[in-house]
T-cell receptor, first 116, second 112 residues
Framework: DAGVTQSPTHLIKTRGQQVTLRCSPKSGHDTVSWYQQALGQGPQFIFQYYEEEERQRGNFPDRFSGHQFPNYSSELNVNALLLGDSALYLC???????????????FGDGTRLSIL | GNSVTQMEGPVTLSEEAFLTINCTYTATGYPSLFWYVQYPGEGLQLLLKATKADDKGSNKGFEATYRKETTSFHLEKGSVQVSDSAVYFCALSGGSNYKLTFGKGTLLTVNP
């Protein structure tokens, strides 16, 4: 049973560029959340997708956008990259159908994004 | 809004020592509480959870009890091992709020 998979593992970009990160949820999960984890900090919630719609959003600017596909996989897009966007980006999946917010989220190993 | 406060690290212990990592929270309603562990270079792994008051979550020798009266969910282990060295995060979610709110994390180093 595959867990949450993310690609790529590492990415180096320069300021002003755009980036797309990808996530496949754990089998049986229908909900995907994205988090940003700066060095030495706890993960910060970016947004959550369910039924191909953004359902909740954290305190992140519009430069951060996403998408969920019919097979439940998801993409995170970041435009006009800033140095401060350097972080580990974590994808987590869960199942709203199986119990909502009480269900634990399962995390991938993340994408390490470095902005030069 | 929701918030989680964890004890500041780093925490350094000798093998077989007793571990406590304090976690308190602020939330409306009745949140679910979680402990996640992050090993170097990896994502977060769920360690244990509790979904209602007085529930005790346990896994791999770790335990935490959901205390509503003190809004706490302290992590404990009776005898730590070198392999327990990692960063530990306390987190909550609840009600219509599906997002996880995390504490800042506590780095644990266990020496042989």
């Amino acid at each position: 049973d595959a867990g949450v998979t993310q690609s790529p593992t590492h990415l180096i970009k320069t300021r002003g560029q755009q980036v797309t990160l990808r996530c496949s949820p754990k089998s049986g999960h229908d909900t995907v959340s994205w988090y940003q984890q700066a060095l030495g900090q706890g993960p910060q919630f970016i947004f959550q997708y369910y039924e191909e719609e953004e359902r909740q959003r954290g305190n992140f600017p519009d430069r951060f956008s996403g998408h969920q596909f019919p097979n439940y996989s998801s993409e995170l897009n970041v435009n006009a990259l800033l140095l401060g966007d350097s972080a580990l980006y974590l994808c987590a999946s869960s199942s709203r159908r199986q119990g909502g917010s009480n269900q634990p989220q399962h995390f991938g190993d993340g994408t390490r994004l470095s902005i030069l | 809004g929701n918030s989680v406060t964890q004890m500041e690290g780093p925490v350094t212990l000798s093998e077989e020592a007793f571990l406590t990592i304090n976690c308190t929270y602020t939330a409306t309603g009745y949140p679910s509480l979680f402990w996640y562990v992050q090993y170097p270079g990896e994502g977060l792994q769920l360690l244990l959870k509790a979904t209602k008051a007085d529930d005790k979550g346990s896994n791999k020798g770790f335990e935490a009890t959901y205390r509503k009266e003190t809004t706490s969910f302290h992590l404990e282990k009776g005898s730590v091992q070198v392999s327990d060295s990692a960063v530990y995060f306390c987190a909550l979610s609840g009600g219509s709020n599906y997002k996880l709110t995390f504490g800042k994390g506590t780095l644990l180093t266990v020496n042989p």
